[in-house]
C-alpha cells in the first residue's frame, strides 16, 4: 500500500479540490488516499458550509478512500497548530508514505529550506532577523529580508528578497512550511510534496471559471440558486448540496451564530481572557464592540485595528464561542502523537487503510462513540469533547428543526460502495 496523506477542509469539494487529489495522486504514486478534514469549525474561525459527515461523502464521492476528522483544538487555530494537528494525525498511523499540499509557488524546495532554516534558527538568521526588526520592519519583511541574507549568503537557492516575501506572505505557502516544520519536528518519514494552486486565489470571490475559490462558492450560494454556479463543482458535490437543501437543512454561514456568540461575550465579560488568542487588551474592545454591532461582520471591522488582522480577529471569536480555552491549546498543541482518529467516510478501499492503521498503530479508531466512555485519558477527553461540543453547537443552526440528541452518538461513519 502507498498511502497519500492529505489535510484538507472540503468547504465544498470544489473542482479545484478534484485537480489538487487527481494530482496529488499521480505524482505520489498513490495506490490509497486518507484525508485529514476539519469538522464543523474551519481553520480561519468560521463555521462550515455543509456539516462534517456531508462533506466527508462528498469528498469518498469525489475519489478520497477515507477522511476522517481533525480534531477540533487543531481545526480552528493558526496555520502552525493547525498544520501540526494534520501532520500529526498522519504521522500517528505509522503508515502513510506521503503528503502533497497546494501551494502558490509550487515548489517544494524552497518551502522546504524555508521550514528547515526557521526550526533550526541558525545564529546568523536570528541576529539579521533581530537587527531588521530593531530597525522597525514588520516581522514578516524582516523575517523575509533576514532568509533572504542568509540563504544568498551561503548561495542555498537562488531567490530574491521580493519573491520570498511572496512566498511568506501567500496563504498555502505558510501551510506548507508549517507542514514540513512539523514533519521535520516529528522526525517523520513522510515525504511531502506540493502542485501550484491553480486559477483563483484562496480568498478570491470571484465565480468567474470552473475552477474558483471555496470563498467564491460560499459566498454566491448565498445569493445564487445552485444552478448558476453547477460549474464550479463536481457532480457529486452538486448532487449532495442540492439534496441538503432538498431535504432541510441549513447552508451555515458566520452570521448564524452572532446571537450565540454575542450572549457568551456577554455572559462571560470578566473570563473572556480565559480563551484562547484573547490577550492584548482585545477583551475590551469585543465587549465593547458587542453593543455597537447587528452581526459578525459588523463586530469584526468593529475590533479591526493594526494590532489585530480579521483573520486573528475571527479565530479569537470563535474561540470564544467554542468555548476553547488557552490551557488546553498549550496542553495538546505540541504533542507527539495524537490518542484517536475519528472516521467520517470511507470506501472499499477506505476498509483497507483501517485494517492497515489498526495493525500499524495503536492509535484508537473510532467509529462508534460509545466506546469512548470507557478511555480514560486526559488528552484524549480534552480533544474530543471539544469535538462534541462543536458539534453540538454547529448543529444547533444546521440541523435544528430535526436535532434528536448529540449528533457524535447518533450519526455512523458513511460507507459509500
Not at 473542482?15 to 478534514?37: D, F, P, Q, R, W
Not at 481553520?43 to 462533506?55: M, N, S, V, Y
Not at 496555520?79 to 503508515?95: K, M, Q, R, Y
Amino acid at each position: 500500500m502507498n498511502l497519500l496523506g492529505l489535510i484538507v477542509e472540503y468547504n465544498p469539494f470544489h473542482n479545484g479540490h478534484l485537480y489538487h487529489l487527481n494530482e496529488s495522486k499521480k505524482i505520489t504514486n498513490a495506490t490509497h488516499t486518507i484525508a485529514v478534514m476539519s469538522g464543523n469549525f474551519m481553520q480561519r474561525g468560521t463555521p462550515a458550509l455543509l456539516d462534517k459527515f456531508i462533506r466527508a461523502e462528498m469528498a469518498v464521492k469525489n475519489g478520497v478512500d477515507l477522511v476522517v476528522e481533525l480534531p477540533t483544538l487543531y481545526a480552528c487555530q493558526s496555520a502552525e497548530i493547525f498544520s501540526h494537528g494534520g501532520i500529526t494525525l498522519l504521522n500517528s498511523l505509522n503508515c502513510v508514505n506521503s503528503v502533497c499540499f497546494g501551494s502558490e509557488i509550487g515548489n517544494i524546495d524552497i518551502l522546504y529550506l524555508i521550514a528547515e532554516i526557521l526550526i533550526d534558527e541558525p545564529e546568523i538568521f536570528k541576529n539579521k532577523l533581530k537587527n531588521y526588526l530593531g530597525d522597525g520592519l514588520p516581522f514578516p519583511k524582516a523575517r523575509a529580508s533576514a532568509l533572504f541574507d542568509y540563504i544568498s549568503k551561503n548561495n542555498l537557492y537562488d531567490t530574491s528578497k521580493e519573491t520570498l516575501l511572496e512566498i511568506l506572505n501567500s496563504p498555502n505557502n505558510i501551510l506548507g512550511i508549517e507542514y514540513i516544520k512539523s514533519i521535520l519536528k516529528l522526525n517523520s518519514k513522510i515525504k511531502p510534496y506540493t502542485i501550484n494552486r491553480v486559477n483563483s486565489g484562496y480568498n478570491s470571490l470571484n465565480v468567474n471559471d470552473s475552477i474558483c475559490s471555496a470563498s467564491a462558492i460560499r459566498n454566491a450560494l448565498k445569493s445564487n440558486t445552485l444552478d448558476t454556479i453547477n460549474y464550479t463543482m463536481p457532480k457529486h458535490t452538486y448532487d449532495i448540496i442540492n439534496d441538503v437543501v432538498k431535504n432541510g437543512f441549513n447552508l451555515v454561514y458566520n452570521d448564524d451564530f452572532y446571537e450565540i456568540l454575542s450572549s457568551i461575550i456577554l455572559r462571560d465579560k470578566d473570563n473572556l481572557t480565559d480563551y484562547f488568542e484573547v490577550n492584548e487588551g482585545i477583551e475590551n474592545k469585543i465587549y465593547n464592540s458587542i453593543f455597537k454591532c447587528q452581526n459578525i461582520e459588523e463586530l469584526q471591522n468593529e475590533i479591526k485595528s493594526k494590532r489585530y488582522t480579521m483573520t486573528k480577529i475571527s479565530r479569537t471569536l470563535n474561540n470564544i464561542m467554542l468555548g476553547i480555552k488557552r490551557e488546553d491549546i498549550i496542553k495538546t498543541k505540541d504533542l507527539n502523537e495524537l490518542p484517536y482518529l475519528r472516521v467520517l467516510a470511507f470506501n472499499d478501499k477506505g476498509c483497507e487503510i483501517l485494517k492497515e492503521i489498526k495493525k500499524s498503530s495503536e492509535i484508537e479508531v473510532i467509529t462508534k462513540f460509545s466506546k469512548i466512555k470507557h478511555i480514560d485519558s486526559e488528552i484524549f477527553n480534552t480533544l474530543i469533547n471539544y469535538d462534541i461540543k462543536a458539534t453540538n453547537m454547529y448543529n444547533l443552526i444546521y440541523n435544528k428543526s430535526t436535532l434528536k440528541g448529540p449528533v457524535d452518538y447518533i450519526t455512523s461513519p458513511k460507507y459509500i460502495k
